[in-house]
């Protein structure tokens, strides 16, 4: 019971979303109308962590909590990118995770869309021109938006996932 | 229609001695024709006189007083309840004859295919005549027949240890079985009346409420052994998957059920039913046999062995509605008694026919790779369609799913057991209410248990070269599975004249009045305290109905062609047989959850790479088997307690010639006080 | 069967396949706002099926006919088990099949053709799901059974319309001991057979926690939406059984669109209440492991033995 007392004095504490698109968010290439289409209001998203640092998933996974919730957009995560219509890429893609980064796009069905997140997503950030690095996302999967910062904050993500729904006006 | 029933039954007898001619064919492959021929013939004829016999209620009457004069001749006498039996018997004889006709050629080269077709003619005309007995000489005569031309069936492979052992701890449990036979038989007897059941039927009346507990007792014993109660199943897991699979089908399908006739024939018929303990611990037998049975069947690996275990499960089930219909009966409410013995009857119909299928494609199975171990078989589904597709069928009915023949006997099961508890007294009302959970529980894990034989077997990836290079099975082989299978939706189908068939044979026996059933779309059944309803066809119709129209919605909204992947397996590269599920993963949760009665035997054994430390581990082993208890607690025992007299009674043979020529005078001077003294 | 009662076992299919998804996102909704956040609209899983129905599907290489054929077979098996339950009106024109055991198996029907599905790819997720999801519904066979028995000995009879009718008949005996217990062991096989808290979290992404999930890893588009659908339709049926078997007041007796409205305001309003119910049960336990499940089926197998006693001795 003192758990529900607890729960009705906290209240609702989802905030809401900022109005403008911050600099971070750019779309890479046209989104398909047939993915606009589809992925009207039911979204499922797998993150895929393709060898970051964790620091973006840390953020990510603020974005499940009562603060910053994505389901009320209708967005989720899944298990399995069967189930997926969004990946939502972090890290550097190392050279082990090259190949099942390729693999977890492959198994996604039709259509679907590619947001990478983070700076090491987008160029390789602190960690280009290593070794262990491959190549940034768009090297090994076309990706639709990309969402710059290190790392960026969940409501950037947030707004970044919402562009490649094409749910906000965004410039290139 | 009075000649047909004799001309029909020596037609049956023709055809099952000409199966048994392959003894003389010249080649192999004529003992094959001909046993195949004879044993779908007299299949045939035999269906016919069981039907003829219980459409028209005539019965078949034959006696041949002059042979083996001095006990009394052979006298053979088809009602209805036996015909039920002999139904079974032919019905499943047909399919098995086109089946062994392929099957027996894999034998050829390696073991005689000439003595396993005698043995085959042999059994199966022994046990119709099992069926038609009518004296206890007759019967114990056809009982030891079909039990010897089994055991030989059973060793076919007499090169495999494992054949050898199951043969002779069947010819032991059988003979066993036999003796108590006899020593019920004879105090049947006791009052003085001929062999005939006609006259034994007379005279059971007048004997003393000890000796009819004793019979009773003796008979539940010896035919149990053979329907494969617990604990005198021991037989069963071992002979039923070593002899070859069109043997076992008829050793599952049909040999067991004749152990449930024995009863109902001695406990229902002669004795004309008993106090309301003969049916509570007849109950008890069977809750406990069903439980058992399905617990082990789930947690085997060897495909045959699984369904045998699933075969004991099934006889406790037929034997719980045996046990409420001597109890109902004893209570005087006989409707109630006569529903719970239809049910019995009805399961064990559909029991022989998807048995008799599971084992005909585990058959083709062990023809296509060499192996019963399910933890070396998968992918069959696609390279065996045929064979799965049966299998999928045949488990679908023996996990008692909608709409096929097994769900019925299962809710006909329950109903009488519903019908019971009402009117019961509260001892009684328990004991049912145990009833009900038991069978409700053994449904559950027989699903959970051919979810396992299937998926594990035939689904998903081979888990051997054996199983990768598996291949369809030869055409008539095909065959004989397809008409097995087939029967389960027929019987569903047409349940209501095969239930109506059953009453009516049981109207036969005083006391058992028929059930106010209402046959017409579906099944009412007006109990006397209330009205259940059932609709196997109705339920089909609207599943057909419902799955075509979602399939033709699907394909019209969203009807693109799918695109092929790769199994997700979180990004891996490559995919190996080793990261599928096995067979013992599969049964590990509910093997955790029954440890108690398991009580399995776990070994781990660790192997370190440098002795002064236990964490360097080099390799892992870890084994665990689980030993039936029954064995360790009663069969072990005995065994050792035979052996120890066997060897106490050894030291008479100390190899002495003239310690042996001192035994024969000794008997000789005591044969000759006992002369001289009377 | 005449043609007004194809019309309406029809009406009724097309009412529970909509109400099927509200009755979830209700629940989704209730627990969000419980967890003090927003929470998807009530109206989501509509968007989620529609998104579904127009997804590609992809198909592992090892999978065979049965893997196609699972999700028609579980879709078609729930909404035939709809169609048999009285969810607007008593007795239905199906009424002649509507058993408390077919519906049982029926149901076990689509557990039997989902963890085969679960199992035809071959990997381990789904094989471990199938073994679990097998595991829990053979634990749960005989509590079902026993509160089956004690609702059959009250009417005298399994058939769902018989059932309905006496306890409508007989107010009082909606709130003897016999019904009481028989609901509570009916609501915790319910909570064990559709996937829910404390059994099997729905919403969870790891996979060694899965049951029902972990069975449908597999599965994409069209295939997909069945699943799920055909999930949510189970919650429904369970939701209807326990409504309108223990408290049928409010279903029309005869077709009169007066008693119609009646019977679907009530109805929609018992739904809502369960559903409700469900959610703060859910917030308030935490999962269970799978080896103590065993136990919570065990006490609501006692439940079912006190059930059945209780209505013998009131008989």
Known sequence: ??????????????????????????????????????????????????????????????????????????????????????????????????????????????????????????????????????????????????????????????LGILTALGRLETRR | MTGLSPTLFWLMVAGYVTAASGLLMPTARLTRITGAIGAIAGGAAGLSLACATLWTGESLTLAAPGMIQAAGGLALHLDRLGAIFLAIISGVAIPVGLYGGAYSASYEGRYSTRWMALNVGAFLISMSLVTAAASAFTFVLCWELMALSSFFLVITEHEREESVSAALWYLAMTHAGLLALLAAFYLLGSGGADGSFAALRAGAAQLPPGTRHAIFLLALAGFGSKAGIVPLHVWLPRAHPAAPSHVSALMSAVMVKLGIYGLLRVGLDLLGGGPAWWGTVVILCGAVTALTGVLYALVEDDLKRLLAYSTIENIGLVLLGVGAGFLFRSLG??????????????????????????????????????????????????????????????????????????????????????????????????????????????????????????????????????????????????????????????????????????????????????????????????????VAAMSPVAIMAVL?????????????????????????????????????????????????????????AADTAVGVARPESPYYIQSMAYRTQLHPWFQRAIYEPLIAAVERAAAWTRRLQSGSVNAYVGYIVLALVVLLIVVMGF | MDVTGIVCEAAQAVLGLALAPGVVGLIRRVKARLQNRRGAPVWQPYAELRKLFGKDMVV????????????????????????????????????????LFALVYLLLLGTFALALGGLDPG????????????????????????????????????????????????????????????????????????????????????????????????????????????????????????????????????????????????????????????????TRIAKLRLFRVPELLAVSFVLGLLAVTSSFSVR
């Open chain 3, 60 to 99: 592992s290489p090892n999978a065979s006919w049965v893997f196609r054929a699972a999700p028609f077979v579980v879709f078609g098996s729930t909404l035939v088990v709809y169609l048999l339950v009285p969810a607007f009106i008593t007795p239905l024109p199906l009424n002649a099949a509507a058993d």
């Open chain 2, 333 to 530: 409410q006989p409707e109630a008694a006569t529903l719970a013995f239809a049910a019995a009857l009805l399961h064990a119909v559909n029991h022989a026919a998807f048995k008799g299928a599971l084992f005909l494609s585990a058959g083709s199975i062990l023809h296509a790779t060499g192996t019963r171990d399910m933890n070396r078989l998968g992918g069959l589904v696609t390279r065996a369609p045929w064979t799965a597709a049966v299998f999928l069928v045949s488990a679908m009915s023996i996990a008692a799913l909608p709409p096929l023949n097994g769900f019925v006997s299962e809710w006909l099961l329950f109903q009488a057991f519903l019908s019971g508890v009402a009117h019961s007294q509260a001892s009684i009302a328990g004991l049912l209410t145990i009833g009900v959970g038991a069978l409700a529980l053994t449904g559950g894990l027989a699903a959970a248990t051919f979810v396992k034989a299937f998926g594990i077997s035939c689904l998903a990836i081979p888990r051997s070269p054996e199983a990768e290079h598996a291949h369809e099975s030869p055409r008539l082989m095909r065959a004989g599975m397809l008409l097995m299978a087939a029967y389960c939706p027929l019987l569903a189908v047409f349940t209501i004249p095969v239930l109506a068939t059953i009453i009516g044979a049981l109207a036969e026996v005083p006391g058992l009045p028929a059930v106010p059933a209402a046959f017409h779309a579906g099944l009412t059944l007006h109990t006397s305290n209330g």
């Open chain 2, 544 to 600: 057909a109905g419902t799955l075509v129209i979602v399939w033709m919605f699907v394909r019209v909204i969203a009807g693109r062609p799918a695109r092929i992947g790769d199994t997700w397996g979180c990004g891996r590269i490559g995919q190996t047989p080793r990261m599928e599920y096995t067979s013992s993963a599969f049964a590990e949760p509910l093997r955790r959850v029954f440890s108690q009665l398991y009580r399995p």
């Open chain 3, 123 to 282: 990997s381990a997720f789904g094989g471990m799901g199938s073994s679990r999801e097998m595991t829990i519904a053979a634990l749960s066979e005989p509590a079902i059974a026993l509160a089956m028995l004690s609702l059959a000995l009250g009417a005298g009879s399994t058939n769902l319309g018989e059932i309905a009718a006496r306890t409508i008949a007989n107010p009082l005996a909606a709130l003897s001991a016999g019904h009481v217990f028989a609901f509570a062991a009916l609501f915790i096989v319910m909570l064990a057979e559709t996937g829910r808290l404390p059994v099997d979290n729905p919403a969870t992404h790891l996979e060694l926690t899965m049951i029902h999930e972990a069975m449908t890893l597999e599965y994409s588009g069209p295939c997909l939406a069945l699943i799920e659908w055909a999930s949510w339709l189970k919650l429904t049926v369970f939701f209807t059984l326990a409504a309108n078997l223990f408290l049928p007041w409010g279903l029309a007796t005869s077709l009169t669109p007066a008693g119609l409205a009646i019977a679907a305001v009530t109805t929609v309003a018992k739904l809502g209440v369960l559903a409700v119910a469900v959610a703060v049960i859910e």
């Open chain 1, 1 to 158: 019971m003192r758990l529900f007392a607890k729960i009705r004095r906290v209240g609702l504490v989802t905030e809401p979303l900022p109005d403008a698109v911050p600099e971070a968010v750019a779309v890479v290439r046209d989104i398909d109308a047939r993915a606009r289409r589809v992925l009207g209001r039911a979204v499922g998203i797998r993150q895929v962590d393709a060898g970051s640092c964790n620091g973006c998933e840390i953020e990510i996974s603020g974005l499940g909590g009562p603060t910053y919730d994505l389901e009320r957009f209708g967005l989720h995560f899944v298990a399995s990118p069967r189930h997926a219509d969004l990946l939502l890429v972090t890290g550097p893609v190392t050279r082990n995770m090259e190949v099942p980064l390729r693999k977890t796009w492959e198994a996604t069905p039709d259509p679907k869309l590619v947001v990478a997140v983070g700076d090491c997503a987008l160029n390789c950030g602190v960690f280009a021109g290593s070794y262990a690095v491959a190549g940034p996302v768009a090297s090994v999967i076309p990706v639709d938006v990309t969402v710059a910062g290190c790392p960026p904050d969940p409501n950037t993500i947030l």
